[in-house]
């Protein structure tokens, strides 16, 4: 029997006559962070949508703790809502833009208070009760919009895009927020991104999609290290990918000799797997910049562009200028087609 709590069986989505989602089939247990992850247009926010109540299926069925919800509304799903623009009221206290849900359910005052000032403890923003939206930094306001879909216990919160309008230090701010509430409140979160930085800090799983499909599933590690797909292993920033012919690396710009043959199709390469100053090869530096602790380079090759990361610690390599490099088997991911 199946542990799911969240359960999506032969999902179809469409807007008009474009499918968007054709029969997603996902699993997700409670307590758990799924995020779904992909570029723009890949199917992962219209499956939050769906699950949200926000879009009908086409076809399929979803399933929330034991139930039915396919043709639910919206509003009776017990589903939490976080949007990437927050929507908060603007004229009305931080306190009243929590407790406003509850107050549309005529819980007693008491009550409201009370689950409003827990609520807010919960995203640490006791002793801003007063303060309206407008003076509030964006991490403030973003945990303010999470605290209002919390106090509503809700059997999953959804989260789309959260973090998108924030810059990098709340970020990371929200992002280990949103992890310790999560584990804290042991509530199911759905959450969409195109980021997997993101994504792979915060999920206990990653759901990669394309075009409407599961491209991978699995844990962040398992993704990181594993891609399975030459769409997976880019997205996960294997960014050099060239096709194995006998012993040699074939691009569409040309080839390299590798020394051995393998039964996989394709080897990819992440940028700090490449060995840059060293190795049988010659390339031109097209590009280069500094990032702190190692250099950024792309290298023209006899394949084409080739990206490498190189220690701080190393000789510099000027635009223009030859290096040798090496794209060792070490480092390779090989992959199916």
């Given at each position: 029997?199946?542990?799911?709590?969240?359960?999506?069986?032969?999902?179809?989505?469409?807007?008009?006559?474009?499918?968007?989602?054709?029969?997603?089939?996902?699993?997700?247990?409670?307590?758990?962070?799924?995020?779904?992850?992909?570029?723009?247009?890949?199917?992962?926010?219209?499956?939050?949508?769906?699950?949200?109540?926000?879009?009908?299926?086409?076809?399929?069925?979803?399933?929330?703790?034991?139930?039915?919800?396919?043709?639910?509304?919206?509003?009776?799903?017990?589903?939490?809502?976080?949007?990437?623009?927050?929507a908060l009221f603007p004229h009305l206290s931080a306190f009243e833009n929590v407790a406003f849900g509850l107050r549309l359910q005529k819980?007693?005052?008491?009550?409201?208070?009370?689950?409003?000032?827990?609520?807010?403890?919960?995203?640490?923003?006791?002793?801003?009760?007063?303060?309206?939206?407008?003076?509030?930094?964006?991490?403030?306001?973003?945990?303010?919009?999470?605290?209002?879909?919390?106090?509503?216990?809700?059997?999953?919160?959804?989260?789309?895009?959260?973090?998108?309008?924030?810059?990098?230090?709340?970020?990371?701010?929200?992002?280990?927020?949103?992890?310790?509430?999560?584990?804290?409140?042991?509530?199911?979160?759905?959450?969409?991104?195109?980021?997997?930085?993101?994504?792979?800090?915060?999920?206990?799983?990653?759901?990669?999609?394309?075009?409407?499909?599961?491209?991978?599933?699995?844990?962040?590690?398992?993704?990181?290290?594993?891609?399975?797909?030459?769409?997976?292993?880019?997205?996960?920033?294997?960014?050099?990918?060239?096709?194995?012919?006998?012993?040699?690396?074939?691009?569409?710009?040309?080839?390299?000799?590798?020394?051995?043959?393998?039964?996989?199709?394709?080897?990819?390469?992440?940028?700090?797997?490449?060995?840059?100053?060293?190795?049988?090869?010659?390339?031109?530096?097209?590009?280069?910049?500094?990032?702190?602790?190692?250099?950024?380079?792309?290298?023209?090759?006899?394949?084409?562009?080739?990206?490498?990361?190189?220690?701080?610690?190393?000789?510099?390599?000027?635009?223009?200028?030859?290096?040798?490099?090496?794209?060792?088997?070490?480092?390779?991911?090989?992959?199916?087609?």
């Amino acid at each position: 029997m199946s542990n799911a709590y969240v359960s999506l069986t032969g999902l179809t989505l469409s807007y008009g006559q474009t499918v968007a989602v054709p029969e997603l089939n996902l699993d997700i247990r409670k307590g758990e962070l799924i995020a779904l992850l992909g570029p723009s247009g890949c199917g992962k926010t219209t499956t939050m949508r769906a699950i949200a109540g926000l879009l009908a299926p086409t076809s399929g069925k979803i399933m929330i703790d034991g139930a039915d919800v396919t043709r639910t509304p919206a509003n009776k799903r017990g589903i939490g809502l976080v949007f990437q623009s927050y929507a908060l009221f603007p004229h009305l206290s931080a306190f009243e833009n929590v407790a406003f849900g509850l107050r549309l359910q005529k819980q007693p005052d008491a009550q409201v208070r009370a689950k409003t000032e827990a609520g807010m403890a919960t995203v640490g923003l006791t002793g801003f009760e007063t303060r309206k939206p407008s003076e509030m930094s964006g991490g403030q306001q973003q945990r303010l919009a999470l605290a209002r879909s919390l106090v509503m216990e809700p059997k999953v919160l959804l989260l789309d895009e959260p973090l998108s309008n924030l810059d990098a230090r709340l970020r990371l701010e929200m992002r280990n927020e949103l992890q310790r509430v999560q584990k804290d409140t042991g509530i199911t979160m759905v959450f969409v991104t195109h980021d997997q930085s993101e994504a792979l800090a915060l999920a206990d799983r990653v759901v990669l999609m394309k075009d409407g499909k599961i491209e991978q599933l699995g844990t962040p590690a398992e993704l990181y290290a594993e891609p399975s797909t030459a769409f997976a292993a880019n997205f996960m920033g294997f960014e050099n990918i060239f096709r194995l012919e006998g012993a040699d690396l074939v691009s569409d710009h040309g080839r390299l000799p590798f020394g051995t043959e393998a039964a996989v199709p394709l080897l990819a390469w992440r940028p700090g797997g490449v060995a840059v100053g060293k190795g049988p090869h010659v390339g031109r530096v097209i590009a280069s910049s500094f990032a702190g602790d190692h250099r950024e380079y792309v290298i023209d090759s006899p394949l084409g562009q080739i990206k490498a990361d190189a220690s701080i610690d190393l000789p510099e390599v000027l635009l223009g200028q030859q290096v040798a490099f090496d794209l060792p088997q070490a480092t390779a991911r090989h992959l199916a087609a």
